[in-house]
């Protein structure tokens, strides 16, 4: 039994966890010890901490010739600085006699050189990183560098310029640029995203929610929908771009918007919106963002955001039939890396001029439908904050059984507080309830279930009463 | 929406990120137990400093800032690899995180210190040190190419760390009183 009291034992501990092919066993053990002791906290924490020193005073025995250049590009490219100057023009002793001069120098060097590598180096390629991955759920593709198509992206990845496609329903990602800008992206989305001089964001299609930092004078962010131009300087707000119209919300600060059909312009201050058609006899006019409603009724085909629009007949009506889609199965499956086909459907619920809707802790999603098979059925939500960006996915599961009548359909609703974050993934709030829902969708794995969604309509108590009392 | 700054960082800053760098860089390093994601966090750490830089009040301590701002970092770092297998469980590594922010704040006079006790060390075993913590080789890699046991080497790193420190440990305690 080995004596935990004991700081060797922790670090001999330490250093076994650490190693490449630790066995799960080892690092519990390590974790269950810093976990409960904060002596063994500290212990660690100066062992590491002095491991860094150690390496880095090791590593700087050559370090000046090894940063020259990135401190040259950094302090070329960015604002010059007397302390740069100085470092860059200081001469340098060798490592034998070093003084606190040259420490000084090569300190600073070392700084610069970690900002350059982060920042700037890249800067000097033409195909130069313009934004990393911040957080990624579900399906992307990636098309750039050159053509490159990358189906898999993963948090962290480095991107340059290109276009990032949505596949899923329940896929969003969050882009982060490099001066810090946030680009989130959701649902069935299609972007293109360049940073030449200049930010210029494509939205050929779906939902982005952008959070821009503020943008060098002269240089406005560019967003291009089919309908509509945008410029921004520095702002929070969400655009949902159809073919035929987009919406811009904006949240702080301030969007100047184009219709591209006429070329009229307007200005969209905080907490106002706009909607932007093609069609030119529509207003296009600047107006304090809609008070929020508690209830929605789906209107297909129009709302369609995924799925194979049915025709009805006479005493058969049309419907939303799922439509197959490629999918990757996720880590957190723990099962072998492949490509899997759900059934999808999908309804947007903001867009055009519609007010936005908000879900109340009372509501319920009802839903109406067929289905050939009995199947468990994924139900999901996409929300934003109230007057904010993008608040995360929410679903419910819920076995839908076949109907002894084939032509009877299944009638379920869905208390909106039953909806939970997927616990594989990150969790902005525990329930969707006081959010903003932006579109709803289905999900059936394993094969097609003949699943087909007639009616969509969020209900709710109170707007249950309300209709009572004016009956 | 952030009220970072586009202005250039003074030299006073720019004194202050160098001279911590290596307290900055064991920091990230003791809340996430691996370098490589440390080097990681450390970068996007770096990079929010100098974006902030105009919010640092000189007359306050710089690392305690820096800490704060590279605690908020390691968080996000922690929140994005959540799905990959690490040395430390994220609960773990906020409170290593939590423990760091205060008792690695003399982190910098300690590296002062260890800059001299290196210069003690045997060529030899500055070399051992520089393969394992510069160049990243494992125990099991330095040991095969010595031909020697995986535990010999950990053993010989072990005898040179705790020397290191009671070295820091002494030369830290007779600045102090000189």
Same mark, same amino acid.
């Given at each position: 039994?080995?004596?935990?009291?004991?700081?060797?034992?922790?670090?001999?501990?330490?250093?076994?966890? /650490?190693?490449?092919?630790?066995?799960?066993?080892?690092?519990?053990?390590?974790?269950?010890?810093?976990?409960?002791?904060?002596?063994?906290?500290?212990?660690?924490?100066?062992?590491?901490?002095?491991?860094?020193?150690?390496?880095?005073?090791?590593?700087?025995?050559?370090?000046?010739?090894?940063?020259?250049?990135?401190?040259?590009?950094?302090?070329?490219?960015?604002?010059?600085?007397?302390?740069?100057?100085?470092?860059?023009?200081?001469?340098?002793?060798?490592?034998?006699?070093?003084?606190?001069?040259?420490?000084?120098?090569?300190?600073?060097?070392?700084?610069?050189?970690?900002?350059?590598?982060?920042?700037?180096?890249?800067?000097?390629?033409?195909?130069?990183?313009?934004?990393?991955?911040?957080?990624?759920?579900?399906?992307?593709?990636?098309?750039?560098?050159?053509?490159?198509?990358?189906?898999?992206?993963?948090?962290?990845?480095?991107?340059?310029?290109?276009?990032?496609?949505?596949?899923?329903?329940?896929?969003?990602?969050?882009?982060?640029?490099?001066?810090?800008?946030?680009?989130?992206?959701?649902?069935?989305?299609?972007?293109?995203?360049?940073?030449?001089?200049?930010?210029?964001?494509?939205?050929?299609?779906?939902?982005?929610?952008?959070?821009?930092?503020?943008?060098?004078?002269?240089?406005?962010?560019?967003?291009?929908?089919?309908?509509?131009?945008?410029?921004?300087?520095?702002?929070?707000?969400?655009?949902?771009?159809?073919?035929?119209?987009?919406?811009?919300?904006?949240?702080?600060?301030?969007?100047?918007?184009?219709?591209?059909?006429?070329?009229?312009?307007?200005?969209?201050?905080?907490?106002?919106?706009?909607?932007?058609?093609?069609?030119?006899?529509?207003?296009?006019?600047?107006?304090?963002?809609?008070?929020?409603?508690?209830?929605?009724?789906?209107?297909?085909?129009?709302?369609?955001?995924?799925?194979?629009?049915?025709?009805?007949?006479?005493?058969?009506?049309?419907?939303?039939?799922?439509?197959?889609?490629?999918?990757?199965?996720?880590?957190?499956?723990?099962?072998?890396?492949?490509?899997?086909?759900?059934?999808?459907?999908?309804?947007?619920?903001?867009?055009?001029? /519609?007010?936005?809707?908000?879900?109340?802790?009372?509501?319920?999603?009802?839903?109406?439908?067929?289905?050939?098979?009995?199947?468990?059925?994924?139900?999901?939500?996409?929300?934003?904050?109230?007057?904010?960006?993008?608040?995360?996915?929410?679903?419910?599961?819920?076995?839908?059984?076949?109907?002894?009548?084939?032509?009877?359909?299944?009638?379920?609703?869905?208390?909106?507080?039953?909806?939970?974050?997927?616990?594989?993934?990150?969790?902005?709030?525990?329930?969707?309830v006081g959010l903003e829902l932006i579109d709803c969708w289905t999900v059936t794995f394993d094969g097609d279930a003949g699943l087909q969604i007639v009616d969509v309509t969020l209900i709710s108590e109170e707007s249950e009463k309300r209709s009572q009392q004016e009956k | 929406m952030t009220e970072e700054t586009n202005a250039a960082p003074g030299d006073e800053f720019i004194r202050q990120l160098t001279e911590h760098q290596a307290a900055l860089h064991g920091y990230v390093l003791s809340a996430l137990g691996d370098p490589h994601e440390a080097k990681d966090a450390l970068q996007r750490t770096n990079v929010v400093l100098w974006k902030k830089a105009a919010k640092w009040d000189p007359n306050s301590r710089f690392l305690s800032w820096a800490f704060a701002v590279a605690r908020f970092e390691v968080l996000a770092h922690i929140r994005d690899r959540q799905r990959d297998r690490h040395i430390f469980d994220t609960d773990v590594a906020e409170m290593m995180a939590e423990t760091g922010e205060t008792s690695l704040l003399n982190q910098t006079e300690r590296y002062d210190a260890l800059q001299s006790c290196l210069g003690k060390l045997r060529?030899?075993?500055?070399?051992?040190?520089?393969?394992?913590?510069?160049?990243?080789?494992?125990?099991?890699?330095?040991?095969?190419?010595?031909?020697?046991?995986?535990?010999?080497?950990?053993?010989?790193?072990?005898?040179?760390?705790?020397?290191?420190?009671?070295?820091?440990?002494?030369?830290?305690?007779?600045?102090?009183?000189?």
């Open positions: 039994m080995k004596d935990m009291n004991d700081p060797l034992e922790i670090i001999r501990l330490l250093t076994l966890a /650490r190693e490449p092919d630790a066995s799960v066993k080892t690092r519990a053990q390590l974790n269950e010890l810093l976990r409960g002791d904060e002596r063994a906290r500290k212990i660690t924490s100066q062992f590491l901490a002095d491991e860094a020193s150690i390496a880095l005073s090791l590593k700087s025995d050559n370090i000046a010739e090894l940063i020259d250049d990135d401190v040259r590009v950094f302090a070329e490219f960015g604002e010059r600085s007397a302390a740069a100057r100085e470092a860059m023009d200081r001469p340098r002793p060798s490592r034998r006699n070093s003084t606190s001069a040259f420490r000084w120098a090569v300190g600073i060097a070392a700084a610069f050189a970690l900002l350059a590598g982060s920042l700037f180096l890249q800067l000097k390629k033409p195909d130069a990183t313009i934004m990393r991955v911040a957080e990624v759920e579900g399906l992307l593709r990636w098309t750039g560098d050159g053509g490159r198509v990358v189906d898999s992206l993963e948090t962290g990845a480095q991107l340059g310029g290109g276009t990032l496609e949505s596949l899923g329903s329940d896929t969003w990602a969050r882009l982060e640029m490099n001066d810090g800008s946030q680009i989130t992206i959701s649902g069935q989305s299609m972007v293109t995203i360049a940073d030449f001089r200049q930010k210029e964001i494509r939205l050929r299609r779906g939902i982005i929610s952008a959070d821009v930092e503020p943008q060098p004078a002269g240089k406005p962010m560019i967003i291009y929908t089919p309908t509509a131009r945008a410029e921004v300087v520095g702002t929070q707000f969400n655009v949902v771009a159809e073919p035929f119209s987009t919406q811009l919300t904006v949240n702080e600060g301030s969007v100047q918007v184009t219709r591209l059909v006429d070329g009229s312009v307007q200005d969209v201050p905080a907490d106002h919106q706009v909607v932007a058609s093609m069609e030119e006899q529509t207003e296009f006019k600047t107006h304090r963002r809609l008070d929020h409603v508690v209830v929605w009724h789906g209107s297909m085909p129009e709302d369609i955001g995924y799925g194979k629009w049915e025709a009805g007949s006479i005493g058969y009506p049309g419907g939303l039939k799922a439509a197959p889609m490629f999918w990757k199965t996720p880590k957190h499956w723990k099962k072998p890396d492949g490509r899997i086909v759900l059934h999808v459907t999908a309804l947007k619920v903001a867009a055009g001029d /519609r007010p936005p809707v908000q879900l109340n802790a009372d509501a319920r999603l009802r839903i109406r439908g067929r289905i050939d098979e009995a199947k468990t059925v994924h139900f999901g939500l996409t929300t934003h904050r109230p007057k904010g960006g993008f608040a995360g996915k929410y679903i419910v599961e819920e076995t839908i059984e076949t109907k002894a009548d084939a032509g009877e359909w299944f009638d379920v609703e869905l208390p909106v507080k039953n909806f939970k974050p997927d616990p594989n993934e990150r969790k902005f709030f525990d329930s969707p | 060529d030899t075993d500055r070399s051992l040190l520089s393969a394992h913590y510069v160049v990243g080789k494992t125990l099991r890699e330095i040991s095969e190419e010595a031909g020697r046991k995986a535990g010999a080497v950990r053993i010989q790193i072990m005898r040179l760390r705790r020397a290191l420190a009671e070295c820091i440990g002494h030369r830290i305690g007779t600045e102090g009183n000189q």
